[in-house]
């Protein structure tokens, strides 16, 4: 330590080299680490407008069944009626 100290103090530009080795290293390894992030943040924002434009499409083909109540309503009405005609006729 005192040796680093020593180079430091007679006016040594080891340390400033030093210094710009070990950023260079840093950002070198930070660069490395973040591009394949965004690589992979850029892969999954094509798959979510292929998804989204699917679901788009399931709610267009879907839109009939906001009516099935009504449908399962009536058809248990109709049953109900032909059930009670049944009965009436003796079968």
Same mark, same amino acid.
């Given at each position: ?20 080795? +070990? ?55 109709? +049953? ?12």
């Amino acid at each position: 330590m005192s040796v680093l100290l020593t180079v430091l103090a007679t006016g040594s530009t080891l340390g400033w080299k030093v210094g710009y080795v +070990i950023t260079i290293v840093v950002v070198l390894v930070v660069v490395a680490l973040v591009v394949p992030i965004l690589l992979l943040a850029h892969r999954i924002g094509g798959q979510a407008a292929a998804i989204d434009e699917s679901l788009q499409h399931s709610v267009t083909n879907t839109a009939g069944l906001t009516q099935l109540n009504t449908t399962v309503d009536l058809a248990t009405k109709i +049953i109900a009626g032909l059930t009670r005609g049944r009965h009436r006729l003796g079968g």
